[in-house]
């Protein structure tokens, strides 16, 4: 007996033809809830729909869920005559309770079975029906049905045990769940939050809409404190391709959603016609009402009046930026962006205008998931042709050191302007950026020197008009190229930030001549930063680097900390991207000790000769990579003097083409 994937998800449950054993209920709705796996137990082959002669072959239909994969598993091995362990019916427990939607369990999600099963669909591109996917997930398969009955034999309870971490046969699916929190924090942005209320529920709740989610995770994170921007969801709006919806709320909770999908099935009705009849809005019925779904074939409803429907029903209202959370960011560019916000000052508080009773002051929820690497998915040869391609691109840099103090509030740095000329020196040295393309702004020009003492070449002195004259200049020679062009793009900035409350809270850059009084006049509002670049900038590749406290604001006023599923970095490298790495939350003041910023000595160390950040050793440094290991690294260096500090990762995806910024080594200097 072999196990087939059938057709895909949407398509009506078919008849099970001569020998085949349908892994679908027996009943005609094949929405029905069931337990595959408990099912196959105890009932065999039996307990499906068969068709004639005797069973040779098991057909799953759709994305196989982890309960359909081990009914099948029991099948199969229950027709060679194996001898099934006894703890096998705990999986099967364990797999009824994740197809209802519930936490099986207390492991968390990067180690658990659930996750590895949902990062195997992902990696081996099952969920995409990509061409010989299918084949490439029941290999997969195989390795991780292996594992569960060793696993049932030794009598291992999956509710309990990570039994898969360590196992070097998972240790690619479990890189990819490491970062998938990141993944859904980029669903979030692209995405919106609302505050709802749900009849029998309390009057205002925390709810999410996804748009096309990209996280496999994304129920899971949604539905717990920390991995959700807003608190733990109870309503989760989700809009998949092909005109497919799903609501739920928390299984666990029991709030009927039975209502939505009547109005729901009401205005699908009055488009007429018999598919909205035979083809109804699923009301969640096996699933006490808590989850409603389109019809099969996808409403025939616009999107726009589906959300309108949900919005109406919930009394749904959109919820307020919290912590370092905030509005999507809109950009007109097509360019790719990573903003890189650092931080530094004999210790020093870099930006904060004065002293604080209390210590430093961190977002919750900024706890991060250590350095990850999805590079390791690319073959040799997309990494030597992407590694080609770097190699010609020419770069552009802006970089900006500002040491000395701005008036009463701004103390001087001494690490600000070293920390820019190390930058300069290293796009230079490491990278290939030719001078001529670069600008470099310090107000401390004695401090502005290579490696061998040699005084750098300085642009001008940071004040807000040559900052804005050097991004104009630097960017009328990127208009030389043509739309098709790559061309890299870097601003770097180290020095204070400022926050005041005016209509809004804001973020700034202090530049020289700063007057707290006039911060729009004589600083740059970190909340523009990225929309000026985009205007002026034409790179097909920009990278923001701003070293400050409250370096979060930044990503305040576009969106969330966040990163996303690059499993195709290499081949997207060249497209847009729009991508911020904070040193902190816009609460954080940013810290330098011994002339250098605890962020920038991270970052030196992750692009810098050791390539630190490089993961996966392929020579190459994705943002992906540079945002996993500061997230690490950074936390680790502020640890040792008792001070916190979170960096931040942002990814725009407001267009589906949009890749990655890589740091490609040169090893010539120009």
């Known amino acids: 007996m072999k196990i087939i994937l059938g057709q895909t998800a949407g398509e009506p449950c078919r008849t099970p033809g001569d020998g085949e054993v349908l892994l679908a209920p027996r009943a005609s709705d094949g929405r029905k809830q069931r337990q595959a796996a408990l099912t196959a137990l105890r009932e065999g082959a039996k307990g499906f729909p068969c068709g004639a002669g005797e069973p040779a072959s098991l057909v799953v239909q759709g994305v196989p869920v982890l309960d359909d994969m081990l009914a099948a598993e029991i099948l199969v091995r229950s027709a060679k005559g194996e001898k099934l362990p006894q703890g096998i019916e705990r999986f099967a427990q364990y797999a009824a309770v ?14 658990s079975l659930e996750g590895v099963y949902l990062a195997m669909l992902n990696v081996t591109g099952i969920c995409y029906q990509d061409g010989s996917a299918g084949e490439n997930f029941l290999a997969s398969w195989a390795r991780l049905a292996r594992a569960i009955f060793a696993a049932a034999e030794a009598g291992i309870d999956p509710s309990g045990s990570s039994f898969l971490a360590g196992n070097p046969e998972f240790s690619r699916e479990m890189a990819y769940l490491r970062s998938d929190r990141d993944v859904f924090l980029t669903d979030v942005q692209r995405g919106q939050r609302w505050k709802v209320s749900i009849p029998g529920g309390p009057a205002e709740a925390p709810a999410l809409y996804l748009d096309c989610p990209r996280s496999i995770l994304f129920k899971s994170w949604a539905r717990q404190d920390n991995g959700s921007p807003s608190g733990a969801c109870l309503f989760l709006a989700v809009r998949f391709e092909k005109k497919n919806w799903v609501f739920s709320t928390d299984p666990a909770q029991r709030l009927p959603l039975k209502p939505l999908s009547e109005r729901l099935q009401q205005a699908e009705l009055a488009l007429g016609g018999a598919p909205a009849a035979a083809d109804p809005w699923f009301d969640g019925a096996p699933f006490t009402y808590t989850l409603v779904a389109a019809p099969r074939a996808g409403t025939r409803l616009a999107d726009t009046e ?47 205008p004065k002293e604080q009773g209390a210590g430093p002051v961190v977002a919750a929820g900024d706890k991060e998931p250590g350095p990850v690497s999805r590079g390791s998915i690319a073959s040799v040869e997309e990494v030597a042709k992407c590694r080609a391609d770097g190699v010609n691109t020419d770069g552009f840099a802006v970089i900006i050191g500002v040491g000395a103090s701005q008036g009463t ?49 300085v642009f001008a002195d940071p004040t807000k008009e040559q900052v804005t004259t050097a991004i104009q200049e630097v ?25 005041k409350k005016l209509a809004r809270q804001n973020g700034y850059l202090v530049l020289s001549g700063y007057d707290a009084a006039k911060s729009d006049l004589t600083g740059f509002d970190m909340g523009y930063l990225s929309k000026f670049l985009a205007l002026h900038i034409k790179s097909s590749h920009r990278l923001i680097m701003t070293d400050c406290c409250f370096s979060g604001f930044v990503i305040t006023s576009r969106g969330t900390d966040l990163n996303f599923d690059s499993s195709a970095i290499y081949k997207n490298w060249g497209r847009a991207a729009h991508v ?44 992906e990579e540079l945002g996993s290991y500061l997230k690490q690294r950074v936390p680790e260096i502020a640890a040792k003097r008792k001070l916190k500090l979170n960096p931040l990762h942002w990814r725009d995806q407001e267009h589906d083409d949009m890749g990655q910024f890589l740091f490609i080594p040169r090893g010539e200097k120009r």
Request: proline residues 4%; aromatic residues 8%; hydrophobic residues 40%.
């Open 475 to 499: 960017g009328a020679g990127t208009q030389k190229y043509s739309d098709d062009s790559r061309t890299d793009f870097v601003l770097f900035f180290a020095g204070h930030g400022d926050t």
């Open 580 to 623: 911020l790495i904070t040193a902190g939350t816009e609460q954080q003041p940013a810290f330098e000790e011994n002339g250098r910023s605890y962020f920038t000595k991270a970052l030196l160390e992750a692009v810098g000769k050791e390539l630190s950040a490089d993961t996966n050793k392929d020579g190459i440094v994705t943002d």
């Open 98 to 111: 994740c197809r209802e939607g519930l936490r099986p369990g207390t492991v968390s999600l990067e180690a």
């Open 409 to 457: 509030g701004f103390q001087q740095l001494e690490g600000s302007v070293p920390d820019a000329a190390a930058f300069y020196c290293l796009l230079r040295e490491r990278y290939g950026f030719k001078p001529e393309h670069m600008r470099l702004l310090v107000d401390r020009r004695d401090l502005a020197k290579d490696a061998d003492g040699k005084a750098l070449p």
């Open 306 to 352: 589906v959300l309108r429907i949900a919005r109406t029903w919930l009394n749904a209202r959109s919820a307020a930026p919290s912590g370092s959370r905030g509005k999507t960011l809109a950009i007109a560019s097509t360019g790719a962006l990573l903003v890189v916000v650092l931080a530094t000052a004999p210790f020093w508080k870099r930006g904060e």
